[in-house]
């Protein structure tokens, strides 16, 4: 399907599944009171709640979402174990985003309107929450979306539960040009994340002294990486910036390799490689190389160690823990205390009581707080290095906790970039 077909197919779908959520009728009231014709109606009449989780179970970003959801299985079943939320217990509904964002957007519908749920966790590519950010905005419907991106964006029916770019990408930036590195050359996946991230990473380079020596963009799934790599090493970049997702991580490095091109000659920084796909990618491909993220199964605290027992005691020794995931499990934590905060499943409410401040978690990732105003998270910056024992070791961390800044306001040399 080209291209532009595949455009036209989900503003078709988003359009219809929209229109159908406006003229839905036969729904449960739920909550005396918590529902109103214009907003999702949540169903609270007996002893459980339902929450949709929605990701990527098969296709080019199974290698990715399968182990997030399986984190939000994680948090359910121990929130469930400690009593539930407001005394129910929690019931989750999965669906499969199947990598297609068409999919991504009928499957929210289908969760609000059908399933009546209180909440939904997922999506992972921007493309996928592009595509269903209208369908949670015409239900007034709650989304939580645990994946760093590239910002610029706000809805007042998402949680960003991920980094956003200033805890992310710019940190990344700032650690390549600290160890002197004075040129980049970007590869990416052909959509939105990478061609938005790497616009802000060529406005931050332009304003840091820093060359932007090419850039090229593989289709989603894509396994065909020589010239993309031939270009690379022609370039004689100091850094190489990887916006690459999925598994075309796998075909790019085991390509980079085989050009001779090293971490120790010419190191790539990645933002969507965590623990996960370092194990399906072989560490004899990435050892040695930099990732930008805000949490790693090595990250020191109490919290962290909690978290990665709990995970490998349900799903096995040999499974990693990494960011998305974490951001997931924690994500749920958010929500069941804006919850409790209201005292009610009601969305407009949650909101209200997320708004109004407050609202932290003490995350395997450290501890995080709710930014009422953006939506985001308050989330500590950390680069890590590859080990040869497919575990990451973090070599730089911001301090504390930064300041979600989606719009970039903070920075200069952003201005016009939204």
């Known amino acids: 399907m080209s ?19 406006l003229t839905a009728c036969g729904a449960k009231t739920g909550e005396t009171g918590s529902a109103s014709a214009a907003g999702a109606v949540v169903d609270t009449a007996g002893p459980t709640v339902k929450v949709g989780l929605l990701n990527s179970l098969s296709g080019t970003m199974a290698i990715s979402e399968v182990t997030v959801r399986d984190a939000l299985k994680l948090a359910i079943d121990e929130i469930n174990a400690a009593g539930g939320v407001l005394g129910k217990q929690i019931t989750p509904v999965s669906e499969d985003g199947a990598s297609d964002w068409p999919t991504f957007a009928e499957k929210s519908q289908k969760l609000i309107s059908q399933d009546k749920v209180a909440a939904i966790f997922g999506c992972w590519t921007s493309a996928s929450r592009k595509a269903v950010k209208p369908v949670f905005e015409k239900n007034k419907a709650l989304l939580f979306y645990p994946v760093q991106y590239e910002g610029l964006e706000q809805s ?4 960003y539960t991920g980094a956003t770019t200033n805890q992310q990408i710019v940190p990344g930036l700032d650690y390549l040009k600290a160890q002197g590195k004075t040129s980049v050359y970007l590869v990416g996946s052909d959509y939105v994340f990478p061609r938005t991230a790497n616009k802000i990473i060529k406005a931050y380079a332009a304003a840091n002294g820093m060359k932007v020596l090419g850039e090229d963009y593989a289709p989603l799934g894509s396994t065909e990486f020589s010239t993309i790599v031939n270009k690379v090493k022609a370039s004689g970049a100091s850094a190489v910036f990887n916006t690459l997702n999925g598994d075309s991580n796998v075909a790019f490095f085991k390509e980079y390799k085989s050009a001779g091109l090293t971490a120790d000659g010419m190191p790539v920084v990645s933002v969507s490689i965590a623990e996960e796909e370092v194990k399906s990618i072989g560490t004899q491909y990435l050892a040695g190389q930099l990732t930008a993220w805000n949490y790693y199964q090595t990250t020191p605290g109490a919290a962290n160690e909690k978290f990665v027992k709990a995970y490998k005691d349900k799903y096995g020794a040999d499974k990693p823990t990494s960011d998305p995931m974490e ?24 909101k209200a009581a997320s708004a109004a401040g ?17 939506q985001h ?6 680069i890590g290095k590859i080990g040869d024992d497919g575990l990451i070791k973090e070599v730089w961390n911001s301090g504390e906790p930064i300041k979600p800044d989606p719009y970039l306001k903070s920075y200069s040399w952003a201005t016009g970039l939204s």
Not at 156 to 159: A, D, E, S, V
């Open 156 to 159: 007042p029916y998402i949680y």
């Open 377 to 382: 998270v308050f989330k500590t910056a950390r």
């Open 3 to 21: 291209k532009i077909l595949r455009r036209r197919v989900a503003a078709v779908v988003v359009a219809a599944i929209t229109a159908a959520a």
């Open 327 to 350: 951001a997931a499990y924690t994500s749920v934590y958010l929500w069941k205390a804006m919850v409790e905060k209201a005292q009610s499943f009601e969305v407009e409410k949650v």
């Open 358 to 374: 407050g609202i932290t978690f003490d995350a395997p990732e450290g501890l995080v707080t709710v930014d009422g105003a953006t």
